[in-house]
């Protein structure tokens, strides 16, 4: 699976949109890419996922680059409650392969009141 | 519905004791997958199961992990001989059926783990 890169921590004002940035630029064509969120003490929970187009469901929008080598995720109206760490992860999607995840280190959201 | 569920929430032993983490995955998820996860870590994957079968072990550490799944739904995650260095976030997470002999487009839903702390 393609690595990825993102940074370690960022900030975002309560009430304003939070953008996460992912840099996957070994991705290939069968990848997917997943973003989960982790909430201190609970388990990752899943966002959402996407090959090629943007997509949108009722937590947040995923938008990826047209060479698909870079995401952003985003939270419309950030909330304290989405402080948390936020994992963007690739997976490949050819049947027989393992359904593993491999998460690095993420980027800690801290959103700030 | 209910998610995932893990138990016990935590777990105290001491050095070379036996533990077993238990999992209940979400009904009707025939995908069952265990991770661990240190303090400041993301989480590692463990162990992989598709029904009773565990399709990819390839995570286990060493041979005092194992896991089962005797009958498709729970799972337990054995360790022999625990050590200090197995004190870990042990996660539990579940998905339906991959389709289309993709691996992928399933989303995998986690519990909240069990905490571990090897005395």
């Known amino acids: 699976d393609a690595k990825t890169t993102q940074p370690p921590s960022m900030d975002c004002a309560e009430g304003r949109a939070a953008n996460l940035p992912c840099n996957h630029s070994?991705?290939?064509?069968?990848?997917?890419v997943y973003w989960y969120r982790q909430i201190h003490s609970q388990g990752p929970q899943y966002i959402i996922h996407g090959l090629k187009n943007n997509e949108t469901n009722e937590m947040a929008s995923l938008i990826i680059t047209e060479d698909r080598k870079s995401s952003t995720l985003i939270l419309p109206h950030a909330t304290l409650r989405d402080t948390a760490v936020y994992y963007c992860i690739v997976r490949v999607s050819y049947g027989g392969a393992t359904n593993k995840l491999i998460f690095g280190t993420g980027t800690l959201l801290a959103v700030q009141p | 519905g209910a998610g995932v569920s893990q138990t016990p929430s935590n777990k105290v032993t001491e050095k070379g004791k036996y533990v077993e983490l238990r999992c209940d995955p979400i009904s009707g998820h025939t995908a069952l997958y265990w991770y661990r996860q240190s303090l400041g870590q993301g989480p590692e994957f463990l162990i992989y199961?598709?029904?009773?079968?565990?399709?990819?072990d390839s995570g286990l550490p060493n041979d005092r992990f194992f896991a089962v799944r005797p009958e498709g739904s729970v799972s337990t995650l054995k360790i022999q001989r625990t050590e200090r260095g197995d004190s870990a976030v042990y996660l539990c997470?579940?998905?339906?059926?991959?389709?289309?002999?993709?691996?992928?487009?399933?989303?995998?839903?986690f519990g909240d783990g069990t905490r571990l702390s090897i005395l």
């Open positions: 997470a579940s998905s339906l059926k991959t389709t289309q002999g993709g691996c992928c487009n399933q989303p995998q839903h």
């Open positions: 070994t991705i290939s064509g069968n990848e997917y």
């Open positions: 199961f598709q029904g009773t079968g565990a399709a990819d």
